[in-house]
């Protein structure tokens, strides 16, 4: 669920080429395969900040192409969900999330819609509807806990550890982010210790812990940096 640094790296160097290419499809009036172009480079849009050109360039190619199937309308919708609840567009988040709950309700994809439920869930958290976003983190994690998804219950309670901190609820923060944290170390999964470590950091100076913030600001560093 993660690109990797070094695949970062390498389409980063590529952009003009991956427009170039995305371009190309839209000529050649090939719609999949424009879909499917900015299906598996969405995540470099959204990591490297050109969020308005890559949420246009997604939302252009799904309505391009509404008959694809699932395996690639899906990371599109994910990533295009994700670029703009980092906009603060919450409207246009919550109708992709709504659009991708949909699409895995009609392939009963649980592990689809549990995705889409947390997603509703942070974008919920985001624009402050704090119960509203409670019920869909917890449905989501629920649900991830039934079907066996350790990497979806990790996200979900790290996820919940967030909204608390969102509430300035700093003791239930850390209990979850302490969750979070401990589901990212039992499997060396660094990415993951690396941001629970961090948060855990914001939720000790919610309480003006600082040692302890510092303590755990530096291993996630650590972490981050391994």
Request: aromatic share 6%.
């Amino acid at each position: 669920r993660l690109a990797t640094p070094e695949w970062l790296e390498r389409v980063g160097s590529e952009q003009d080429n991956l427009r170039a290419a995305i371009q190309l499809a839209r000529m050649l009036d090939d719609p999949r395969l424009e879909l499917q172009l900015v299906a598996l480079t969405g995540r470099f849009w959204e990591l490297h900040g050109h969020l308005a050109e890559g949420l246009r360039r997604i939302v252009e190619a799904l309505e391009r192409d509404p008959e694809a199937p699932a395996e690639i309308r899906d990371p599109a919708l994910t990533v295009a969900g994700l670029i703009a609840y980092k906009q603060g567009d919450y409207a246009t988040a919550r109708d992709i999330a709504g659009q991708l709950g949909r699409l895995h309700a009609e392939t009963h994809d649980e592990i689809g819609s549990a995705d889409a439920l947390n997603l509703l869930g942070v974008i919920a958290t985001g624009d402050g509807s704090y119960g509203e976003a409670r019920d869909l983190l917890e449905r989501a994690k629920s649900m991830r806990e039934r079907i066996g998804d350790e990497v979806g219950v990790q996200v979900s309670t790290q996820n919940l550890g967030l909204l608390a901190l969102n509430q300035a609820d700093y003791g239930h923060a850390r209990t979850a982010l302490e969750e979070a944290l401990a589901i990212a170390e039992k499997h060396e999964w660094d990415t993951y210790s690396a941001n629970s470590l961090c948060d855990l950091g914001f939720a000790e100076l919610g309480e003006e812990r600082f040692d302890q913030a510092r303590a755990h600001f530096a291993a996630g560093l650590e972490d981050a940096l391994r």
